[in-house]
Structures are given as C-alpha cells and as structure tokens.
C-alpha cells in the first residue's frame, strides 16, 4: 500500500497540549535536514494490526540505537513506530554536539547529590558511553570531528569557579582539561567579545545530526529492524502482558514496549510518563557562509563547539562549510514559538558575541523541544518490575552522544541483563513534579531571573 500523503510541518506542537505529535509530517526547517542525503528507505506504516515481541516508540537516536543493539546483541527484531519521519523531533533539531556528559548537571554536582563513589561510576558510564559512541559511528559519513569542546566564561567571576572544575575533574576523575585566559581564547581559538576565557576539554565531537541518524536507520535495517514511520501511537491499552498500541490503521501488539520520546513525550502517551519531563524549547539558526574578512574578524582559529556559562545557556559552532550555528533559549509554550522575539533575541546574542556579524543574513530558523527531567538527570529503566514498559528519557540537551549509551542500556533492560542497576539513572524512576500544572508560570519567572543573574553573576 503507498504512503499516506505528506503533510506540512506544523510548528505549534507542544507537549503539554496536543496528545500526539501529528502523522507523517515533514521536517522541521533545519539546516541539517537542507544539507542531508535523501531520506533512507523506511517500512511504511503500520496497516494492518500485527504481533511483536517489541514494539519502539521513536525513531531517533535513542529509539534507533535501542532497535540496533537488541537485534545486535539479542537478537531481537524490534518495530519502531514513529508518528512523522525519521529523527522528526530532537534528533534533528539539536546542535549536532557530542558532548563528554549525560543530563544537566556536572561532576562536582554529582559528588554533592549521589558522593564522590557513586560520581565515580557515572564518569566511568560516561566515559563508557563516549567510547561505545566512537565505534558506532565509525563507519557513517556523519560529518564527524572530534576536536573537544570549549565552556566559555561570559563573565570574569567564572573563571574562578572553572578553574576549580578544572582541579576536579583532573585529581579525582582523572580527565585532563586546560584553563584559557581571555587573552589565549582571543588569539588562538575565538573573538568572542563577551568571553573572558574558557575551560577546554579534549572530550567532544562535532558532527551532522540528520546524517548520524540516517546512518542509524541503515544500520538498525541491515539488521531486520522494521522502522514505520507515519504510525503515532493514538491510544495505548494493556491486557495481562500484551500491550495495544492503536495508530492510525492498525493496532500493535507487543510483548515489551521502550519508549523513546525525547521531548515530544506527551502527556496522553501513557500514565507512567505523566508530568515526568519539563519540555522546554530551544531556538537554533544558522547563518549564510561566512567571508574571509568575517571569518578573521570573530577570530575563527579551530572550528570547536562552544558552550557559555549562561543559566540560559548558548550552543554555538561554525560549520564545515563556514557558517556559524548557534542556539539557546525560546518561547515557553508551543503556540509562541513562532514569535519573532524570540529569533530577534537570539540574533542579538549573536552579534553580542561576534559584532562583526552584525545584520548577517540568517539561512536557517528552528526550535525543537528538549526534555529536562525534574532533576536534570536522564533516566533508562523499568519503572515498575510487573509492567514491560521501558524508557530513556530527560537528557536535558546532552542526548546527542549519551543517546547511543542509553539505547544500548535499554536494550539490555529489554533482553533482561539489568545494566548498573545501583546507579540513580538506572535504578530510580523519573521523579515527580508535584507543582507540575503550575510548571510554566514557574519558568517564566525563572527565565526572567535567569536573565537577570547572566548579567549580574
């Protein structure tokens, strides 16, 4: 049977308010989908109802990465149903940076949540999980470049605090970073006017998201995976230990059932994922090629991804082909998200950064929805021993690399190998907001005050 039509991009979709994230819907505007191969061959929909041992809700990095290794290691052939194309959602609308961290905290926040013990093991999860990353992505065109990574001080009284990260890292995890004045930062690495130096950190790699995740839909294909796209789950019933997950023209039973949403986990898809993430949209553009001239004056030495120490925090880079990307904070709810202050605010950033760049043209404009667990941590688990529901979910913007490790996780879970179960993000399930109803009006009060102390702190 063909393939059900095409349809536009909707870019109002929240989380929060509508109950799936549409049918077949074409890609977000991004400058990765522009600048991407032609789409890899799917299996179509779902049409008729059918029988699995495992059925994958998501077709991105996580729910790729989980099809690839049960089929892999396990030996079982997943189904993947996903509700538009291929990496619709985060996985083709985030920076493309591979970053050397899982969730939103950092070491010396785990020390004082979990004890250094426990924060040992995650670095070493970690440093697992960037290894495993390396060999997975071996053998796709994905525009690969490991050229580490650089957190950039936006304000002098950073410097004191990185340079602590800096002592830590290095005598109790033993990952080696180097402190960069602002001087060394201007002349060997960026212009940046707002920095005032930079931790640096060998760990990192830059890539093309879209081409990663087309080469995961190879993959994962190769090794009989079925991956159907324009099948979102409408309604989701269980009986006994077969779940019914109803989309449009059929229904899937399954024996276990993982679930990798991302951000565009909705509040209907199940109870066990009610008000677990806090969805948060993230602006992305990139502008046109730049110039020889341009290119001297932001100072462009190294082609290495940036982050700076904002609360609300920038993600930023050129390109291979010599454009700057850069992203950071939006619109609190869907409906917004298409408002002009927002892209405004962002280019204005920008050219706070690298004035040389001011009145740019902007080639590409996006936003996409990030999932941020109440705690800032991830989690990959089985939340209730009695249900075969799985999830890998609440990276908080660092899903990029740790996405692979946690589809691998999840896929153990699934085959019954229990992974590292005395760590939090495999052992505890994603807390609850008990003030979830009232979550936006909290983060538009936080996002006024974050505004303030960026400036102030």
Not at 287 to 304: F, S, W, Y
Request: charged share 20%.
């Amino acid at each position: 049977m063909n393939n059900p039509v095409k349809q536009n991009y909707a870019p109002h979709f929240d989380p929060l308010v509508h109950d799936t994230p549409g049918t077949n819907q074409d890609y977000a505007p991004t400058y990765w989908v522009a600048n991407a191969p032609d789409v890899p061959e799917d299996d179509g929909p779902v049409y008729q109802d059918m029988e699995v041992d495992v059925a994958i809700i998501g077709g991105g990095f996580t729910g790729l990465a989980c099809a690839i290794y049960l089929a892999e290691e396990h030996g079982i052939k997943a189904h993947v149903l996903e509700a538009n194309q291929t990496s619709w959602g985060c996985s083709s609308r985030n920076g493309g940076q591979a970053l050397y961290n899982t969730g939103r905290l950092n070491r010396a926040q785990w020390i004082k949540k979990w004890g250094k013990g426990i924060a040992l093991e995650l670095h070493r999860e970690v440093n697992d999980a960037y290894t495993r990353f390396k060999d997975l992505i071996s053998d796709i065109d994905c525009d690969a470049t490991e050229n580490g990574h650089l957190y950039v001080a936006h304000n002098p009284k950073i410097m004191g605090p990185l340079g602590d990260e800096m002592e830590l890292l290095d005598k109790t995890f033993g990952y080696k970073t180097t402190l960069i004045d602002k001087d060394n930062l201007q002349s060997n690495y960026i212009n940046e006017k707002t920095a005032h130096g930079a931790l640096w950190e060998p760990a990192g790699i830059a890539l093309h998201p879209v081409k990663l995740a087309y080469g995961y839909h190879q993959k994962a294909r190769t090794l009989g995976v079925k991956i159907h796209t324009a099948s979102p789950v409408e309604k989701w019933a269980t009986e006994g230990t077969t779940h019914y997950l109803k989309t449009p023209n059929g229904i899937v039973k399954a024996k276990a059932v993982a679930v990798a949403t991302g951000g565009y986990t909705t509040q209907k898809i199940h109870p066990i994922l009610r008000n677990k993430v806090m969805p948060i949209l993230s602006n992305n553009m990139v502008t046109r090629p730049l110039n020889k001239d341009e290119m001297a004056a932001c100072g462009v030495k190294e082609k290495i991804m940036m982050t700076d120490t904002r609360i609300l925090r920038h993600y930023y880079r050129f390109l291979p082909d010599g454009r700057l990307q850069i992203g950071s904070r939006s619109a609190i709810t869907g409906a917004d998200a298409s408002n002009p202050v927002h892209l405004k605010r962002l280019i204005e950033n920008m050219e706070d950064k690298f004035p040389a760049l001011k009145g740019i043209d902007i080639d590409y404009s996006w936003w996409g929805w990030v999932d941020v667990s109440h705690d800032m941590m991830p989690r990959i688990c089985q939340p209730n021993p009695d249900e075969s529901i799985y999830y890998a979910i609440g990276y908080g913007g660092n899903g990029v690399m740790y996405s692979a490790q946690a589809g691998k996780r999840m896929a153990d879970l699934i085959a019954g190998k229990a992974p590292l179960k005395h760590l939090p993000i495999f052992k505890d399930a994603l807390p609850d907001e008990f003030f979830a109803p009232f979550r936006r009006i909290g983060q538009r009060v936080l996002y006024r005050w974050y505004g303030v102390s960026d400036v102030l702190f």
